[in-house]
């Protein structure tokens, strides 16, 4: 029972599209409606606020982070990782929204640090440093979240390895157009310059 209320706090809280919320409110009309049609924070950016990109960044990636902080107070470690994935898949495919939602970079985020403080500094560290040599958003994030269960391992988390490295596979299957981009040469670069 534990696992299965891990899974669906997890999900329900995944599943909150805040992207979207915070642009209706601000009334900027439906994110999904421009750019890529995502509701994460790159596709709000293109509303060309940034104070709700950031809130956008930052929301996702607490509710990463509490999900699985919580399921890990509440009902220990194996729990943590069934939270961590659910959060992950709610943020993709929200029942809200006839499950088409983000990408999932920035939940990701929020889920690493939450399973243990290592793995999210590398999380970010790789995020970071990606994104300011390439300045190519899709690539830091998928770079960032590889990073994440590689590191997981290496830095004596083995038991959140096969997790982060689904939760990774799926943000690289939803990344596949970006993908086809960078291979072409079209990705577009933060700041739009090619």
Not at 21 to 42: E, K
Request: glycine residues 14%.
């Amino acid at each position: 029972m534990e696992s299965l209320y891990a899974a669906v706090l997890g999900y329900l809280a995944g599943s909150i599209p805040f992207g979207l919320l915070l642009t209706r409110a601000a009334g900027l009309g439906d994110v999904r409606a421009i750019g890529s049609g995502n509701i994460g924070a790159t596709n709000v950016l293109r509303t060309g606020n940034k104070g709700l990109a950031a809130a956008t960044l930052l929301l996702d990636l607490a509710k990463g982070f509490l999900v699985v902080f919580a399921a890990g107070k509440l009902w220990g470690e194996s729990a943590m990782a069934i939270a961590a994935g659910a959060v992950v898949v709610g943020h993709c495919f929200p029942v809200w929204l006839r499950f088409k939602g983000g990408k999932g970079v920035a939940t990701n985020a929020g889920v690493a640090l939450g399973l243990a403080w290592p793995l999210g500094a590398a999380y970010a560290l790789v995020w970071v440093a990606v994104l300011a040599i390439f300045r190519i958003s899709s690539l830091a994030g998928m770079s960032a979240v590889v990073a994440a269960a590689v590191a997981a391992p290496l830095l004596g988390y083995p038991q959140f390895f096969p997790v982060l490295a689904g939760i990774a596979l799926l943000i690289l299957w939803l990344h596949r157009a970006n993908i086809g981009r960078l291979i072409r040469g079209e990705e577009p670069r933060v700041g739009g310059k090619k």
